[in-house]
C-alpha cells in the first residue's frame, strides 16, 4: 500500500483557471467540461481539488513498477453514478487506487491510496 496526499489554496487558482493554457495542458477534455459547467467560484474549487488529486495520485504511484513513468497529465478523475471520483490513468479506470477530496473555503485537499 502507499499513501500521497497534496494541499492547495484554493485562490491560487482563481487566476491559473483564466489561463485556457494551462487548463489544457493539465486537466482532461471531460474534466474541464465537468469543472466549466459550475459557477466560477465552484469551478475554481473543482479544478483546485483535482489538481490535488492528481498530486497526490502521483505521490502514491510513484516509483512503483506498474506506474513507471506516469506524468501528473496522465491523470484525471470522472465521478461514478454515486458522485465519487475515480482514478483514470491514460484514459483507463485504475481499479487499484481510491482517492478522496475535500475542501474548505479557503483549502482543498486529497488523498489517494494505491493498494497492491
Known amino acids: 500500500m502507499s499513501i500521497g ?4 489554496e484554493i485562490g491560487r487558482f482563481k487566476k491559473l483557471i483564466k489561463d485556457k493554457k ?3 495542458r493539465i486537466f482532461s477534455k471531460d474534466e474541464i467540461e465537468y469543472c466549466s459547467s459550475k459557477n466560477f467560484s465552484v469551478q475554481v474549487q473543482h479544478f483546485a481539488v483535482r489538481f490535488a488529486g492528481k498530486e497526490a495520485v502521483w505521490k502514491a504511484i510513484n516509483g512503483t513498477a506498474e506506474y ?3 506524468l501528473i ?4 478523475f470522472k465521478n461514478s453514478l454515486s ?4 482514478v483514470y490513468i491514460k484514459n483507463k479506470k485504475a ?3 481510491e482517492v478522496s477530496f475535500s475542501h474548505s473555503q479557503s483549502t482543498v485537499v486529497a488523498v489517494a491510496i494505491l493498494t497492491v
Do not use: L, Y
Not at 458522485?83 to 475515480?86: A, I, L
Open 22 to 24: 494551462f487548463i489544457e
Open 83 to 86: 458522485g465519487k471520483p475515480e
Open 95 to 97: 481499479k487499484n487506487i
Open 5 to 8: 496526499i497534496d494541499i492547495e
Open 73 to 76: 497529465t496522465d491523470i484525471s
Open 68 to 70: 513507471k513513468k506516469i
